[in-house]
């Protein structure tokens, strides 16, 4: 059984507080947490829409590919010329205390000069560069995504824990700890005004007798 706190009225009134303000937290951390729930769930249905945008994107690549090895033999001299990719760029953002990523691709400069030329190439070389370039912006997102969806489950999981906390055990002790500490006040009010009520009595047998 748990230790009860002294039933005095410095108590009850902490205690009244205290119970007020884990009320308070639970609601907070509640309404925290149906937030960051209806953000994931929206994330997770972006996921699916970007995943299989890039299934179809990477078959139209493949496919450029071919036609573009077929009519223009194995292309390993310009596959080795494209150059190191730095366009990648990350920032954060914060959806209730929790950082959520942002993953963009710096497209300020022309990538296809870069390393290779048109005079060399054909049209199927340069729907797989279009496609594969599509595929690397769908691949940053779906990151993004996929990263900022970890973190809010996460973040759920720990608020869940926390308002859990709140509601099975600190609110219903505070709960017990201010009627504890009422019921013994209200039995000591009773007392006294009974204790009162037999020394008026006794005062008053006494005047009489004299």
């Known amino acids: 059984m ?7 009225k410095g108590n009850l009134i902490a205690s ?20 960051l729930v209806r953000e994931m769930m929206t994330l997770i249905d972006k996921a699916t829409e970007i995943q299989s945008r890039i299934d179809l994107t990477y078959s139209k690549a493949y496919l ?15 596959a080795k010329s494209v150059p190191e990719d730095n366009s990648l760029q990350l920032s954060y953002r914060s959806v209730m205390g929790v950082e959520i990523p942002i993953v963009t691709i710096d497209e300020s400069e022309n990538e296809r000069s870069l390393f290779y030329g048109l005079g060399v190439t054909n049209s199927a070389f340069d729907e797989a560069y279009v496609c594969f370039r599509e595929v690397k912006r769908l691949t940053a997102h779906l990151a993004e995504i996929e990263n900022s969806v970890y973190r809010l489950a996460d973040s759920i999981k720990k608020t869940q824990k926390r308002a859990n ?6 609110i219903p002790k505070f709960e017990e700890t201010v009627k504890f500490i009422s ?28």
């Open 2 to 8: 748990a230790v009860q706190a002294v039933p005095t």
């Open 16 to 35: 009244k507080k205290s119970l007020s303000l884990a009320r308070t937290g639970y609601e907070l951390l509640d309404k925290k947490r149906n937030i």
């Open 64 to 78: 450029a590919l071919q036609r573009a090895n077929i009519t223009m033999g194995y292309i390993d001299a310009i």
């Open 165 to 170: 906390a709140l509601k099975n055990i600190m």
């Open 183 to 210: 019921d013994a006040l209200e039995e000591k009010e009773r007392e006294e005004f009974s204790r009162l009520k037999v020394i008026k009595a006794q005062k008053s047998g006494a005047d009489t007798d004299l």
